[in-house]
């Protein structure tokens, strides 16, 4: 769903847990693959959901530079946990997308552009940190002159169902980016998690069209003070500050700084911090060919700026350090990308500290620098 079409005052209403349960039997007769938050070797990731039992009810993560644990929780809480490994990006920037294929015939080759039937996805669970995320592809892959279509199907059928935060990790940062931790804009509905269900803000049409499947009640004004309340848990609980002033100038005056060298000695160059983040959106592209040599697809792939390769040109890396890659990824990421897009490039999630192998940290590096200047 566009910004455009959503409403400046959504309309509240509360939906109890059985009818919340409900939701996905509505979702799925309408025609949607429901894609939300689950259990998966030891993480919540998200991946297709066929009821509520596929929730992780009663699981929480504790989430440290370098850590990541599955912890239970002392109540029922469907969405009590914070991000995990996984983004929306796997569902409208796939990881791996055939573009065109090629086949030998005995007129020749013929060559087709792939045909793929755009999958209706509802998302479940997305967070504020993640719309803003959404936010940032959209202009990357469609607010320029060159669209990528195949994100843009994706992201046009795509019903939004965020949940609001109601705790933090000690990676969060999103206070400090100004994109959460509550939604405000990019959702068909937001749910804010109560023990007996959820208070709900729809904001467009097709979320409207929703709940009129479902029995919701109005919001009783003890309601609104637990929602208030448990979204304010998520604000106080974020202690992790990230000064961003002038941050494109700061880093961009300060390429050769001593810094770099040092994160280099840390960094693994594994590209974990590139895979998880929301907003990469690096790829390349590569020719596939059967057995036979008969039949050849043109790949797109995930791919990162620390990979080796990755700046291949003209017979040479042009990065071939990993002072070099580490110095890339975190100007573009905050500086360069305001100049191509208009916008930060993080929207502090911390994903990349958590699932950093070594626990790197880019708002302690950033500080480093801008302490070095103090």
């Known amino acids: 769903m566009s910004e455009s079409e ?18 996905f039997d509505v979702l799925i007769s309408r025609g949607y693959e429901v894609i939300g938050p689950t259990i998966d070797q030891e993480s919540i990731v998200y991946g297709e959901l066929s009821s509520i039992d596929d929730l992780p009810r009663g699981w929480t993560d504790h989430q440290e530079p370098g ?23 796997k569902q409208l920037f796939p990881p791996v997308v055939t573009l065109a294929t090629a086949d030998r015939t005995e007129a020749g080759w013929q060559f087709e552009e792939a045909e ?36 843009d199907q ?16 000690s990676t969060c940062f999103c206070t400090s980016m100004e994109t959460g931790p509550r939604c405000k804009a990019g959702f068909d509905l937001a749910l804010t998690e109560l023990p007996d269900g959820f208070l709900v803000e729809v904001a467009s049409a097709a979320g409207a069209e929703i709940l009129q499947e479902l029995k919701t009640l109005d919001v009783l004004p003890e309601q609104d003070s637990q929602a208030h309340a448990a979204r304010q848990q998520a604000v106080d609980q974020i202690e992790r500050r990230f000064d961003t002033t002038d941050i494109k100038d700061l880093l961009m005056s300060n390429l050769e700084h ?78 360069t990308w305001i100049d191509q897009f208009g916008t930060s490039g993080c929207v502090g999630c911390g994903r990349c500290i958590t699932w950093c192998p070594v626990g790197i940290d880019l708002t302690q590096e950033v500080d480093a620098i801008r302490e070095s200047q103090s």
């Open 258 to 335: 001593s810094q770099w060298d040092e994160v280099a000695e840390r960094c693994l160059s594994c590209t974990n911090c590139t895979m998880v983040c929301p907003t990469c959106f690096c790829s390349s592209v590569e020719e596939v060919s059967d057995l036979t040599g008969d039949h050849v697809e043109r790949q797109r792939e995930w791919d990162s700026c620390f990979n080796l390769d990755f700046s291949y040109m003209n017979g040479g890396l042009v990065r071939n350090s990993i002072r070099n890659r580490y110095r890339q990824w975190l100007t573009h990421k905050l500086a």
């Open 116 to 151: 793929e039937e755009t999958p209706r996805y509802a998302f479940l669970g997305v967070r504020a940190c993640e719309l803003a995320a959404m936010k940032i592809q959209d202009r990357v892959f469609t607010g320029g002159p060159y669209v990528d279509s195949i994100y």
């Open 154 to 169: 994706r992201r046009n059928q795509a019903l939004i169902i965020a949940v609001n935060c109601t705790q933090a990790a």
């Open 67 to 89: 850590k990541y644990r599955l912890v239970k929780r002392d109540d029922e809480a469907l969405f009590g946990y914070v991000v995990g490994p996984s983004s929306w990006k």
């Open 6 to 23: 959503q409403s400046d005052n959504p309309q509240t209403c509360f939906l109890p847990l059985d009818e919340f349960a409900r939701l």
